[in-house]
């Protein structure tokens, strides 16, 4: 997962002075220590004017950790949009972190999963399918039998499971996923 911050001097911007630069991180640390210098200066205070990422920064956040935080998020070779996916459920950064760390969270791909399907189908519907169809529907003791499948209300199913499992829809890049932490 890619970020980019625009990273400027607090005193130069604070007097009206334009001195800042986008960066793309994560980066090598003794290239990012190179840039910020240049950007900022020794023994001077930073500012993120802006930022383009799946999540929230702050303008004064700590430059070198955000670096170091995604430099660990690419070592769980997570697919770009599934970690957008994760970022847009709205929990916090940290928990969502943390979620990565742990292994606490599922994403599926609603579009593959349902590639070839009717597409009249609500979108509620669909979900619920999906999650049958991958095996996550735990509302049933058993399998739902095949003859039976015309009958149910996978509607009324997917209701169920995002408010008793947590899962959410995310659209990513034309992409529909269905995300939960736990």
């Known amino acids: ?20 630069r986008w960066l793309q991180l ?19 205070e930073h500012i ?18 955000l670096n170091e935080m995604l430099e660990e998020i690419l070592g769980y070779n997570l697919e770009e949009n599934k970690l957008k996916a994760l ?9 969502i972190f943390g979620a990565l760390i742990n292994g606490s969270f599922d994403i599926i791909d609603v579009n593959e999963v349902s590639a070839g ?3 009249s189908f609500i979108p509620e519907e669909i979900y619920g ?18 003859e039976m499948i015309d009958y149910i209300n996978f509607e009324q199913i997917y209701i ?3 408010i008793n499992d947590g899962w959410q ?9 269905l995300v939960r932490i736990y």
């Open 48 to 65: 993120i004017l802006d930022y383009n990422a799946a999540f929230k920064i702050h303008e004064y956040e700590n430059v070198f950790e």
């Open 87 to 95: 970022f847009k459920i709205g929990l916090d950064r940290d928990e």
């Open 117 to 119: 399907w009717n597409s």
């Open 1 to 20: 997962m890619t970020v980019r911050i625009y990273l400027s001097n607090l005193s130069l911007y604070v007097e009206g002075k334009e001195n800042g």
């Open 160 to 162: 169920c499971l995002s």
């Open 26 to 44: 994560p980066m090598d640390s003794n290239k990012l220590q190179y840039f910020y210098h240049e950007i900022v200066g020794y023994n001077q």
């Open 129 to 146: 399918m999906v999650l049958n169809e991958v095996g996550y529907n735990n509302l049933f003791s058993q399998p739902i039998p095949e």
């Open 169 to 177: 829809p995310v659209e990513v890049d034309k992409t529909t996923y």
